[in-house]
């Protein structure tokens, strides 16, 4: 008798490991944390509560680790209800959620979507823009790229589709006044990660962070959520500066515009100037194209920055 109960025990232990996730259901883009990462984590909270012979180990931790409307290792489906071309090749598509269900994403964490072209799945990483206390639906910023695979799945969207996302990963673990000012560098998309610290900050009365925030697109007419930047920028903490690599003259632009852009690319003796025009000693966020990441990072080396000072998504 005492070892049918055992054994018993034994297989509702079992029932309640972990499933380990398919070598599929990691993107290979680095989230950290990977579905994997999640995997040992629960494992480990697992074997610990087995080893007590105390379940209530298991409920205590998911209590601490509330989920959201979103799964770190299954993709769900959310409906499209809206859909705005903000350029000729970027928009921003708005998602629903059930009833007046939040993501409660952390700065800067992005999700994972899931499409199928010509029967092939792909995958890719983007980060919502919407306030992450926004209540009934999330927004993300899309870049189309002629031949990219992804780029041939959003095209098809229409309003009342689904898409499947999983998450949330990543993130810049951002603490109120935790740092003198932030100099966010961002070129194009990259600006998606800024955009909910930047607000958090400001929507924060306690905050007094001060925020330099630097956007490299081509032309003016490329420059994502002007109403918005605008908006942000007339906060006392907030400045903000666009260098535009394909505009011929200043003079083109609203005067506005003309004292906050620089033209060309965003070189060695501008990041030099950002820095040291800084009010307080600086902690910069970098976001963009590979090719732009790794630039900036060097670039900020040779303005002082230490690796400890500055955060690359």
């Known amino acids: 008798m005492m070892e049918e109960e055992e054994e ?17 259901q990691c993107c290979g883009s680095g989230c950290k944390p990977c579905v994997f990462d999640i995997y040992y984590q629960e494992l480990a909270w697992w074997e610990k509560a087995r080893a007590k012979k105390d379940k209530s180990l298991l409920w205590r931790k998911k209590e601490e680790h509330p989920l959201s409307e979103l799964s770190l290792d299954t993709f769900q489906d959310f409906r499209i209800s809206a859909v705005e071309q903000l350029t000729n090749d970027t928009c921003r598509v708005r998602f629903m959620l059930p009833g007046s269900g939040r993501l409660g994403l952390g700065p800067g964490q992005h999700l994972i979507l899931r499409g199928t072209v010509d029967g092939l799945e792909i995958q890719r990483a983007y980060t919502p823009i919407s306030p992450r206390n926004s209540e009934g639906y999330f927004e993300v910023l899309i870049k189309c790229y002629e031949a990219g695979l992804m780029s041939q799945h959003v095209k098809s969207w229409k309003v009342g589709d689904m898409a499947s996302w999983r998450g949330p990963f990543g993130g810049f673990p951002y603490r109120p006044n935790q740092y003198g000012e932030l100099l966010m560098l961002a070129a194009g998309t990259g600006l998606a990660p800024m955009l909910p610290i930047l607000k958090e900050i400001t929507d924060n009365e306690e905050d007094e962070t001060f925020i330099t ?7 003016f007419e490329g420059i994502y959520l002007k109403s918005f930047l605008q908006d942000q920028a007339r906060y006392w903490n907030v400045r903000t500066f666009f260098v535009l690599s394909q505009e011929a003259s200043l003079d083109q632009l609203p005067w506005s515009y003309q004292e906050k852009t620089h033209l060309g690319r965003l070189s060695l003796a501008l990041v030099q100037e950002l820095v040291s025009s800084c009010r307080r000693k600086p902690f910069a966020l970098v976001c963009g194209p590979p090719g732009f990441i790794q630039d900036m990072a060097l670039c900020l080396q040779e303005a002082g920055l230490t690796e400890e000072s500055y955060f690359l998504f």
Not at 10 to 24: F, G, N, Y
Not at 214 to 219: I, Y
């Open 213 to 219: 925030l630097v956007s490299c697109f081509k032309t």
């Open 8 to 24: 018993d025990d034994e297989k509702a232990w079992l029932q309640l490991r972990p499933t380990e996730p398919l070598p599929a």
